[in-house]
């Protein structure tokens, strides 16, 4: 049962919210008549654009030969009686079909006017005329038994260029069966010559599911982005608006313990985004059904859109309203204002496109990792139920993954509406914080500083990598090389600049300090024993979610791109360059941009993601984020980088020596086993004592050390 004064927050905050008029513009009148207008309008657009296609005239443009008078072409007389040809033979040999079927080919002929013009291909291009002729044989071609060649030449950017060609290509099919059907009779052969295989293909997929097909693909990202937007102007009122008001302030001083308040608050965001949800559902369903939209995309009537799953699909919805509801108060908290809450919803509405847009795509399947990806798993889960797929388990899948996201998202909402910087918010000088006399010097950089950097460089270092992959004929050796040479550019020398324009020492920013001999030690161990867990947290990978065929054969690639080059060529760029600039990166500049405002764990674990997404190579992101993770706990620990730089380069060289060398990989036995085959089982023992004795060693220091450490 609801506490009571969440309870009496919640009706207090809905009551007002509900009471604004933008917000029922926002949550009644926007979906109500959206649907019906964008998608009644679409039709009757549709239908007008459709019209005046079939009724506008079409020109047809024809080669200007000199040699003949202006008004007696060869190429007009010659099109001018095929054209009259065509039109006699649906007269003729279509009597069966109904008058409407005859009137309109025949009009459709009938307003083709043909031009004749210098350049066929210019003239197209120009605009002058809609598709262009060139016989490329003569004239008298058609008394001799030889085929006949037609070029036709349009525009395929040109929307009437491109209906025109498909009705001019209709009337040279339908001569070319004609004169067929002449010769075959002629020489007294059958027609099914013509097709001595006649395959018949029957549709059985039912009404209900192509109409489940046709709204599944638009359908269920509408209404995810619909739930989403839901949420952001409660979101913003309810924490950016009321500091803006100056009412944040006296709702803190009542005696109601912060959770609650922002408990109240949160379930009025759901609330009101599941409310918006349910409101955009009805209005499309409705729309839907009563618009026509059926008639419009299937004239023969195979098409039944599956309205009723609507109702189920959005009580699917409701964890993820509660998820995004909560992502939107805790973002939203850190605004002063109005305004800047907008600015900062933007990257979160961004962030759900790519995944609903990825899920969108047709070939995306409702499999593997895709069920557990936030907004993917449930837009693939909208269309699943519009085709009428109703798999328990996979329903199962997606729900308590996005109920383990909005109870995540619920308590990190809770936890930053209840900081004293969320709610003593304050505003100051955008200059004032890049001018380098207000600022102080400093042993580690602010968050801000290190989150935006990382930001920035992301797409930058990713745009890199994608100009520096190699050709289908060329060797992987030149972006191995490349790399080298930028990623010290990129992850070394951009943040020692930014911190020396701020004021941060880089020694303490980067953790280039000494450490004690027992983290040396714990480093040696994990990263002599890191690779065995690593692959096989792979295997374990591929046997839920089959990883591609080209990863399988990175060691392939590997190899070929080091061929005939020194075992310090590899070592070099794969072991020992990466792991020194990634370190000083991650968990030098980023961990350290983290460490003072965000709690151990967390910024750990932040710092591994980022980590693996700057790897690129998604498929490997619960693998590159694990060895993240464990080199960021030894580097929290040692309060240094360099056993996470000697862990991270003896797991990279270690890898390197077994492809590499032979007798390494034959004395431990892993010469003949394949990427996705297990260890042998006392390889595995091994690795497991050695990774966990490192961890340990690690972790065992004294309280009093540890307090010592963060004054």
């Not at 395929?156 to 009705?167: C, T």
């Not at 009122?237 to 803006?244: N, P, Q, V, W």
């Amino acid at each position: 049962m609801m506490n009571r004064r969440i309870l009496t927050i919640y009706t207090k905050e809905l009551t007002e919210l509900l009471r604004d008029r933008r917000t029922l513009i926002a949550m009644i009148v926007v979906p109500i008549a959206l649907y019906p207008l964008l998608i009644i309008g679409s039709v009757h657009l549709l239908s007008v654009q459709d019209g005046e296609r079939k009724t506008e005239r079409m020109t047809v443009g024809v080669q200007f030969d000199p040699e003949w008078p202006k008004d007696n072409q060869p190429a007009t007389r010659r099109l001018t009686r095929q054209l009259q040809t065509a039109r006699q033979i649906i007269r003729d040999n279509h009597h069966d079909d109904s008058e409407d079927v005859i009137s309109n080919g025949i009009e459709s002929i009938e307003r083709m006017e043909i031009i004749v013009v210098d350049d066929v291909t210019r003239a197209v291009e120009l605009g002058v005329c809609h598709v262009g002729v060139v016989f490329e044989d003569s004239e008298d071609a058609r008394n001799h038994p030889t085929q006949a060649n037609v070029h036709i030449k349009y525009d395929k950017a040109e929307l009437r260029s491109e209906s025109a060609a498909a009705r001019l290509r209709e009337v040279f099919d339908l001569l070319s069966r004609t004169m067929t059907e002449e010769i075959l009779s002629r020489e007294r052969l059958p027609l099914w010559i013509l097709d001595p295989i006649h395959v018949k293909i029957d549709n059985v997929a039912t009404p209900q599911k192509v109409g489940g097909m046709v709204l599944g693909s638009i359908v269920p990202l509408v209404l995810v982005l619909m739930t989403i937007t839901g949420a952001i102007y409660p979101a913003i009122d309810l924490t950016a608006g009321e500091r803006e008001r100056g009412t944040l302030e006296t709702l803190i001083v009542c005696p109601v313990p912060p959770v609650e308040l922002m408990t109240g608050k949160y379930l009025v965001v759901a609330t009101v985004a599941m409310m918006g949800a349910a409101l955009n559902l009805i209005s499309m369903g409705a729309t839907l059904h009563f618009g026509g939209f059926t008639d419009m995309i299937s004239a023969s009537g195979d098409t039944k859109l599956p309205l009723e799953v609507l109702p189920v699909i959005l009580i699917v919805l409701i964890p993820f309203a509660m998820l995004f509801s909560a992502i939107m108060v805790a973002v939203c908290s850190y605004a002063r204002t109005f305004k800047e809450a907008q600015n900062y919803i933007m990257p979160v509405i961004l962030a759900a496109l790519i995944p609903g847009g990825v899920a969108a795509m047709p070939g995306t399947e409702l499999s593997g990792i895709n069920a557990y990806v936030p907004v993917m798993n449930m837009v693939l889960l909208a269309r699943e139920m519009l085709l009428g797929h109703f798999e328990w388990l996979t329903i199962t899948k997606v729900m308590l993954s996005t109920c383990v996201y909005a109870g995540s998202a619920v308590m990190v909402a809770s936890r930053v509406f209840s900081t004293e910087a969320a709610i003593f918010a304050d505003s100051a000088s955008l200059k004032a914080s890049f001018s380098r006399k207000f600022m102080r010097p400093s042993n580690y950089p602010t968050s801000t500083l290190a989150l935006i950097t990382t930001a920035i460089l992301f797409p930058v270092w990713m745009f890199v990598q994608f100009s520096i992959q190699p050709g289908a004929d060329e060797s992987a050796l030149q972006t191995f090389k490349m790399t080298a040479w930028l990623m010290p550019i990129a992850l070394v020398l951009i943040p020692v600049i930014l911190l020396s324009y701020f004021k941060v020492r880089t020694g303490s920013a980067l953790g280039l300090s000494s450490t004690k001999p027992r983290y040396i030690i714990a480093a040696i161990l994990i990263g002599l024993g890191g690779w065995i867990p690593a692959h096989e947290l792979f295997v374990l990978q591929h046997a839920i979610s089959p990883v591609p065929r080209a990863i399988l054969d990175s060691n392939d690639t590997l190899m070929s791109a080091f061929e005939n080059q020194s075992i310090w060529v590899p070592l070099l760029l794969i072991a020992v360059i990466p792991a020194i600039c990634e370190e000083m990166f991650f968990r030098g500049f980023l961990l350290s941009g983290l460490r003072q405002t965000t709690k151990k764990w967390s910024a750990i674990i932040i710092v591994a993601c980022v980590f693996a997404i700057f790897h690129i190579i998604l498929i490997k992101f619960v693998i590159t984020a694990t060895l993240g993770i464990v080199l960021g706990y030894l580097c929290w620990q040692s309060r240094s980088i360099v056993p996470s730089i000697l862990a991270h380069m003896l797991h990279n060289g270690i890898a390197v020596l077994i492809a590499f060398i032979p007798t390494i990989s034959n004395k431990l036995g892993v010469s003949d086993l394949g990427p996705i085959d297990h260890l042998p089982t006392h390889i595995i023992a091994i690795g497991t004592v050695t990774v966990v004795a490192g961890i340990a060693l690690a972790t065992s220091r004294s309280a009093a050390t540890h307090n010592q450490e963060l004054v």
